[in-house]
């Protein structure tokens, strides 16, 4: 279940709401300039390509670009808890950062918690199967996978140089709650 828990920056022990709502979900992060959605699951094998993946959701890339903006390029990112390296790419995004271009995912599978500090406030995110967030460039956040990272993301770039990570300097991550203690 896709969850939105909001925190103050300087209370990361405790949520100051709760939302569970997919459409309230959505609304919430609407208000900030986030744009949240639900694509439709497609069967997709396991082990699916790139191209396979890309293929299955064409249709529904297509009508996001047209309707946000347009996007040059898409990928496929798959990680599964026998990867070899999923210690070192969960740190790489564990520290708060900034992009020069939205940073847009969809989860055709498994799942993900999207950190966004905007203003004082602390927004996680647990995206799910189905789910399509898009962080505005120069919005300050992290993602975390988990220990045991599962999932199959479309990464859409309108330059994919520009998705370089401008790390802030601010140790905010450290203080939050992680994916094992969020989501089990």
């Given at each position: 279940?896709?969850?939105?828990?909001?925190?103050?920056?300087?209370?990361?022990?405790?949520?100051?709401?709760?939302?569970?709502?997919?459409?309230?979900?959505?609304?919430?992060?609407?208000?900030?300039?986030?744009?949240?959605?639900?694509?439709?699951?497609?069967?997709?094998?396991?082990?699916?390509?790139?191209?396979?993946?890309?293929?299955?959701?064409?249709?529904?890339?297509?009508?996001?670009?047209?309707?946000?903006?347009?996007?040059?390029?898409?990928?496929?990112?798959s990680l599964t808890p026998e990867h070899p390296?999923?210690?070192?790419?969960?740190?790489?995004?564990?520290?708060?950062?900034?992009?020069?271009?939205?940073?847009?995912?969809?989860?055709?599978?498994?799942?993900?918690?999207?950190?966004?500090?905007?203003?004082?406030?602390?927004?996680?995110?647990?995206?799910?199967?189905?789910?399509?967030?898009?962080?505005?460039?120069?919005?300050?956040?992290?993602?975390?996978?988990?220990?045991?990272?599962?999932?199959?993301?479309?990464?859409?770039?309108?330059?994919?140089?520009?998705?370089?990570a401008d790390f802030t300097g601010d140790n905010?991550?450290?203080?939050?709650?992680?994916?094992?203690?969020?989501?089990?």
């Amino acid at each position: 279940m896709t969850i939105l828990r909001i925190y103050d920056e300087q209370n990361p022990k405790s949520p100051e709401a709760v939302i569970e709502d997919y459409a309230d979900i959505a609304n919430a992060l609407h208000d900030m300039g986030i744009c949240f959605e639900r694509w439709p699951m497609r069967e997709l094998k396991q082990g699916a390509s790139q191209e396979d993946v890309l293929a299955a959701y064409a249709t529904e890339i297509m009508h996001f670009n047209a309707e946000e903006c347009q996007f040059s390029t898409a990928d496929v990112i798959s990680l599964t808890p026998e990867h070899p390296d999923k210690k070192a790419l969960r740190q790489k995004f564990l520290s708060e950062h900034q992009h020069t271009e939205d940073e847009v995912r969809f989860f055709a599978a498994g799942q993900g918690l999207f950190y966004l500090h905007i203003d004082n406030k602390v927004y996680v995110i647990l995206c799910q199967a189905g789910d399509l967030i898009s962080v505005p460039d120069g919005a300050k956040h992290w993602f975390d996978m988990g220990p045991e990272p599962s999932f199959t993301c479309i990464r859409l770039f309108s330059n994919p140089e520009g998705w370089v990570a401008d790390f802030t300097g601010d140790n905010i991550a450290e203080k939050f709650p992680r994916f094992e203690t969020l989501v089990g």
